[in-house]
């Protein structure tokens, strides 16, 4: 006769709640912050005479190359990518990553004339790699991008599970190549750290399934 077990039944595991999602109030904020944080990486760079990796890291190159603005520069080259996002990330995605990019391309332009930062070049590349990776956090966690890269990473981690960071650090490492002829060893050396902290940030606290408001 089998034995009859008189432990009590495994009580079953709870499922947590779904998160609710963001308001239009908190997107729109998110969108503000994260566009400010970029627009001071670039300024820190820019001041620095630096670059950075990504998009943004070409733009640098064009505006060192020709006539053409930072800003202005930063907000063309992400046009073609909209249609990737549109296809593959939708229409709300699509408008919040272009309502950043227009954002962060004004501020871009408009901060310079306002603000003088002086700081070791190692130093400011170092905050500036840490304020474009909590903007990068920002604005993914509210479905949103920097465009460009950004949207590409985006999309390869919904996709395929591929960590965000690790997908923007091969692309960072193509720009970072470019910045080498362009600026020269010593500031494509200094650029460098500031990619780093980019990507080390991305790493450590954008993972695919966490942190995801459905």
């Known amino acids: 006769m089998p034995a009859v077990s008189s432990a009590p039944p495994a009580a079953p595991t709870a499922v947590p709640p779904a998160a609710p999602p963001h308001s239009a109030a908190e ?5 503000l912050v994260g566009s400010f944080l970029l627009a001071w990486a670039l300024l820190l760079l820019q001041q620095a005479d630096a670059v950075s990796g990504g998009l943004a890291g070409v733009a640098f190159l064009v505006a060192a190359l020709g006539p053409v603005p930072l800003g202005v520069a930063f907000f063309l080259i992400n046009l073609p990518f909209y249609g990737l996002a ?18 962060t391309s004004v501020l871009a332009e408009l901060l310079p004339q306002v603000v003088r ?7 400011a590349t170092a905050f500036a790699g840490l304020s474009l990776g909590i903007g ?8 949103a991008s920097a465009g460009g890269f950004g949207i590409l990473a985006f999309h390869l981690q919904e ?6 960071g690790h997908v923007q650090m091969a692309f960072d490492a193509v720009v970072m190549v470019g910045a080498l002829f362009v600026v020269g060893p010593r500031l494509a050396a200094a650029s460098l750290l500031g990619v780093v902290v980019v990507n080390v940030v991305l790493a450590m606290n954008h993972r695919p399934g966490r942190y995801l408001v459905r």
Request: charged share 20%; proline share 2%; net charge positive.
């Open 27 to 31: 997107d729109a904020a998110a969108l």
């Open 86 to 103: 549109v296809r593959r990330l939708g229409w709300g995605f699509t408008l919040r990553t272009l309502a950043c990019v227009t954002l």
């Open 117 to 123: 930062v002086s700081m070791p070049l190692w130093l």
């Open 136 to 143: 990068f956090l920002v604005l993914f966690r509210h479905r």
């Open 159 to 164: 996709r395929f599970g591929w960590r965000a």
